[in-house]
């Protein structure tokens, strides 16, 4: 089975503080994606990369930065935290042949204090 | 991408199949229809899609309707752990990779 795993479960930062998320995917998918989910607005997409060294903005960019360096690994960066980016972020890949079948992993719980 | 809106919640006795609706009246020829759900504190399962025939795998059906302007996800016996919310996505295939996530049905399954 498909792995996608994210490095944290739950991370309390502070604001200002500049925030790394971790995603590696096992299943050498070209395709990565890092959402954000909030109570009342679904999830929506930050950004998207669809192969090492590539990345497109999605929905909501802004405030977000990315790094895919190697193909099993998709970082997302929270420059300078901000109490609004108080959210669950999911990380998400699939394969060029199947891009319409997202593996999620199972997300990390960020709080900005 | 085309629009879709579905009811914000369903209930369905466990054993019994669950049939979930999605309106998608704008969709266009080269539009698909995707069924994802999500489980309490898990990140979203991929279920099925189809373009026009309907479809079946182990998980679910997923019943297109002759015009494709609206579409029924069925869990033919719904057991406790099929409660989640679930998410019907229509989009294009090819080139744009991302998937628009909408609000989705809450299926309750009540024993």
């Known amino acids: 089975d498909v792995k996608v795993t994210q490095s944290s479960r739950y991370l309390v930062k502070r604001t200002g503080e500049k925030v790394f998320l971790e995603c590696v995917q096992d299943?050498?998918?070209?395709?990565m994606f890092w959402y954000r989910q909030d109570p009342g607005l679904g999830l929506r997409l930050i950004y998207f990369?669809?192969?090492?060294?590539?990345?497109e903005k999605g929905d909501i960019p802004e405030g977000y930065s990315v790094s895919r360096e190697k193909k099993e690994r998709f970082s997302l960066i929270l420059e300078s935290a901000s109490t609004n980016q108080t959210s669950m972020y999911l990380c998400?890949?699939?394969?060029?042949?199947?891009?319409?079948?997202?593996?999620f992993g199972s997300g990390t719980q960020l709080s900005v204090l | 991408d085309a629009k879709t809106t579905q009811p914000p919640s369903m209930d369905c006795a466990e054993g019994r199949a669950a049939n979930l609706p999605c309106n998608h009246s704008?969709?266009?020829?080269?539009?698909?229809v995707y069924w994802y759900r999500q489980i309490h504190s898990q990140g979203p399962q991929y279920i099925i899609h189809?373009?026009?025939n309907n479809e079946t795998n182990e998980m679910a059906s997923l019943i297109i309707t002759e015009d494709r302007k609206s579409s029924t996800l069925i869990l033919p016996h719904a057991t406790l752990r099929d409660t989640a919310v679930y998410y019907c996505?229509?989009?294009?295939?090819?080139?744009?990779?991302?998937?628009?996530f909408g609000k989705g049905t809450l299926l309750t399954v009540n024993p």
């Open positions: 998400a890949s699939s394969s060029y042949d199947g891009y319409e079948k997202l593996f």
């Open positions: 299943m050498d998918h070209e395709n």
């Open positions: 990369s669809y192969d090492v060294k590539m990345k």
């Open positions: 704008t969709i266009s020829g080269n539009e698909y």
């Open positions: 189809g373009l026009k």
């Open positions: 996505i229509v989009r294009v295939g090819g080139g744009n990779y991302k998937l628009t």
